[in-house]
């Protein structure tokens, strides 16, 4: 897509967002398919996977690349996974959840499914190893643009000390021109898509 976006002007995020989410949910079957094998390639051929202990990821919806299959290989691989759980209070916070073959889940209040929450198997955002973001959009250098829900700004907003490697996945048709990043967003280590896997940051 060959659109510009302005910093501050809000009214050109959303209807980009609507835009794009409306082009991920367009995709075949067959392409979403072919997306999520393709992740899992390029994902298992980078040193920052094998490294990584703690990798949450997310439940796919609304046309997101698919990483449920990611899921099975990562548990096979005696990775420990999370997903995202919202928090009922405040309602602007995220955990992520711990989960294996046997978890349970519910629709939270987005109608997006998420584990059942226990606390006890709950880890903190910075003692994660490496974070697989959704991306509603992003541009080549790693701005990103998400739901608008703040969730994954907030969460590591203040996470400074050991950063986890943040990594957007996205279809490469969610790739637009340029995104001008906002003072909150938390930039990404690197994008994750069908195509390719693309690092920004080095070690
Ligand atoms: N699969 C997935 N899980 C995720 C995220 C995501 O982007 N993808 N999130 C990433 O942050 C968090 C949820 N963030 C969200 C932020 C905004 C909306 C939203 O605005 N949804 C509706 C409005 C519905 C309503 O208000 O009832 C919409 O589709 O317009 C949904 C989820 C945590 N889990
Ligand atoms: N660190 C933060 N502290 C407080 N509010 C924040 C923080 N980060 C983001 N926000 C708020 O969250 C709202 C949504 O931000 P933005 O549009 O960048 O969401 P997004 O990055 O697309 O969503 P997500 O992070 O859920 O993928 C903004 O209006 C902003 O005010």
């Not at 040193?47 to 899921?71: C, K, M, T, V």
């Not at 994660?128 to 829900?149: A, Y």
């Amino acid at each position: 897509m060959n659109l510009n976006l302005a910093p501050t002007d809000l009214s050109n995020r959303r209807l980009l967002r609507a835009q794009l989410r409306k082009l991920r949910r367009s995709l075949s079957a067959v392409q979403q398919q072919q997306a999520s094998l393709k992740v899992i390639k390029h994902l298992r051929s980078h040193p920052w996977y094998w490294s990584a202990q703690h990798i949450a990821l997310y439940q796919a919806a609304d046309g997101e690349l698919n990483l449920a299959p990611l899921i099975n290989v990562l548990l096979a691989d005696k990775k420990m996974v999370y997903l995202p759980v919202l928090a009922k209070w405040p309602r602007t916070q995220m955990s992520f959840q711990r989960i294996t073959a046997d978890s349970c889940y519910q629709a939270n209040r987005f109608g997006l499914a998420e584990p059942l929450s226990n606390a006890s198997q709950q880890r903190s955002a910075w003692a994660l190893d490496l974070v697989l973001m959704p991306l509603v959009g992003f541009d080549k250098q790693g701005n990103r643009l998400g739901m608008g829900g703040g969730f994954y700004d907030r969460a590591f907003a203040s996470v400074r000390v050991k950063q986890p490697k943040l990594m957007g996945v996205a279809h490469s048709v969610q790739q637009v021109e340029q995104l001008t990043a906002a003072a909150w967003d938390v930039p990404l280590d690197a994008v994750l898509t069908e195509q390719q896997l693309t690092v920004f940051t080095t070690d």
